[in-house]
């Protein structure tokens, strides 16, 4: 009879600590389901968006990304209580079916589908939290934005992204100079800095193969002799600057300061 009120104590026990633990636990993993299937079953049973991150383990913007965006808690708590969310990895088979399903070209890439399945947001772009939960927010107002956004190429794709001459470095769109630091308060990496500026410009060509974050060249003016600063990416806060930073040393072995 001992024996048997001891196992009935502790499975009363293993039910309120599994009851106690698993909201916290929903709220910090924002992509409980990975089936795409499943996934759309869910999201047109419970009538709520499903969000898609498309990533790959090669991609650095798409690490960052699950670094700081979806680590933040507001994103975390937006996408636990009204989305349906899920990675995809393109380089498995499942993957790269659904890569193809939704012409997927670049990385990262976010598609968010209505509760029927229509594609109704996609993002093409290396996406801080702020960024997000704008896009979040207009969504669930019911609005919608298309907008063009920058692309991050898969390596095996770079050479026919960059096979024309209106994308090379030539062109001062492409590599923009600057004498002023911006009006407004963008946290860049420094990678680099140079006597010319052709030497300036030849790095951001080198980056460019491996990176799609925007670039320019900061012109700086010390004792009457001009230097040329390599300044690259566009970040909201410093800890998603230095988020980044250690990102690009573990897996190119590139160094960078925040500017």
């Known amino acids: 009879m001992k024996n048997i009120n001891l196992r009935t104590t502790f499975a009363a026990s293993c039910f309120l600590f599994v009851f106690c633990i698993q909201p ?4 910090q993993v924002p992509f409980s389901i ?3 299937d499943i996934a759309q079953k869910q999201a047109a049973l419970e009538q709520k968006p ?9 991609c650095a913007p798409c690490k960052w990304m699950d670094e700081t965006t979806f680590k ?6 937006a ?6 969310s899920i990675k995809v990895n393109i380089d498995d088979l499942d993957g790269f079916a659904l890569k193809s399903k ?4 670049v990385l990262p890439t976010i598609i968010i589908l209505d509760d029927r399945g229509r594609v109704i947001e996609r993002l093409e772009e290396t996406v801080g939290s702020k960024r997000l939960l704008e896009v979040l927010t207009v969504i669930d107002a019911g609005q919608n ?14 050479k026919l992204a960059y096979n024309t001459s209106e994308t090379t470095f030539d062109n001062a769109e492409k590599v923009t100079k600057v004498k002023v630091s911006g009006e407004e308060q963008i946290i860049r990496l420094q990678m680099g800095v140079f006597k010319t500026y052709d030497a300036a410009s030849q790095m951001v060509i080198d980056l460019n193969a491996k990176f799609i974050e925007p670039m320019i060249v900061f012109q700086e003016t010390i004792d009457k002799s001009s230097y040329y600063k390599v300044l690259m990416g566009e970040f909201a806060t410093r800890a998603e600057a230095l988020a980044y930073q250690k990102i690009i040393k573990d897996t190119f072995k ?6």
Not at 50 to 58: G, Q
Not at 254 to 259: C, M, R, S
Request: proline share 4%; no cysteine.
């Open 50 to 58: 499903l969000l898609i991150d498309f990533y790959a383990p090669w």
């Open 102 to 105: 939704f012409d997927v070209k």
């Open 72 to 77: 933040d808690q507001q994103v975390v708590d």
């Open 145 to 158: 934005s298309h907008q063009k956004q920058a692309i991050n190429i898969h390596p095996k794709d770079r």
């Open 254 to 259: 590139l160094d960078a300061i925040v500017f």
């Open 34 to 36: 990975q089936q795409f």
């Open 24 to 27: 916290s636990f929903a709220r």
């Open 79 to 84: 996408l636990g209580e009204k989305y349906i």
